[in-house]
């Protein structure tokens, strides 16, 4: 008997040592996207200086920050590579609202308490950012207050609609959404494919975007 718990016990010792490595692996890594990303956003912004006003890359570059901070913020996980969704799109847009303008955006949060793996956590915080960096940009004006509004509900046929949404201008006509030409509108259809999900945008009197995608 004793033999057997010993071997049970080697187990456990071996199982959380492999755990322990991997977690400092993983750890290893997210610091090395992190510093990637900001070494690219630095060669951007000195391109962006010796290019003058011939080409504008002020918009990748945001775009890159942005995901830094995304990937800065996926690390808080719950159990078993689980993200915390409404704490970390919360965590996200005060982030985001905070660093590119100094107007304030009210936010609505309206989030299902859910963990969603890692795999589907990115996809996620990286199109409510791309959201948000186009409402900044494009969508909110002066005339209207400042809304930006992220909703993730389960529904009972297994899947979850994504509904992010900002008051302000209403989204371009001219835009072909089944076959976007824009760098921020490619992103997030590639973003809700990462998903298996199914883009859905309604352009007045303001933009919603819906992504209904399926349970892990």
């Known amino acids: 008997m004793k033999i057997v718990v010993d071997q049970a016990q080697d187990r456990t010792v ?8 991997k977690e400092i692996l993983l750890e290893e890594l997210r610091h090395r996207m992190k510093n990637d990303l ?3 956003s630095s060669l951007i912004s000195l391109k962006n200086k010796s290019v003058g006003d ?3 890359l002020s918009d990748l570059q945001l775009r890159i920050d942005a995901m830094r901070q995304v990937h800065e913020k996926i690390h808080r996980v719950d159990g078993a590579g689980y993200v915390r969704i409404k704490e970390y799109i919360e965590d996200l847009l005060t982030t985001i609202f905070s660093a590119y303008t100094e107007n304030e955006v009210w936010r609505e949060i309206d989030i299902d308490y859910v ?6 956590a990115i996809p996620i915080g990286l199109i409510v950012n791309e959201m948000a960096i186009n409402a900044l940009q494009h969508g909110f004006n002066e005339e209207t207050e400042s809304w930006f509004t992220v909703r993730l509900h389960r529904r009972r046929d297994h899947y ?3 509904i992010i949404e900002n008051t302000g201008n209403p ?3 001219h ?5 976007p030409k824009t760098l921020g509108l490619q992103l997030v259809s590639t973003l809700a494919g990462q998903l298996q999900g199914q883009l859905d945008i309604k352009r007045s009197p303001y933009p919603v ?6 349970y892990e």
């Not at 071996?14 to 490595?21: P, V």
Request: charged share 30%; hydrophobic share 40%; proline share 5%.
């Open 14 to 21: 071996a199982l959380e040592q492999q755990l322990e490595e």
């Open 38 to 40: 900001t070494m690219i």
């Open 54 to 56: 011939e080409i504008d």
């Open 115 to 120: 963990s969603l793996k890692v795999r589907k």
């Open 160 to 162: 979850y609609d994504l």
């Open 171 to 173: 989204f371009p006509q």
């Open 175 to 179: 835009i072909d959404t089944e076959n």
């Open 209 to 214: 975007f819906t992504i209904r995608f399926p």
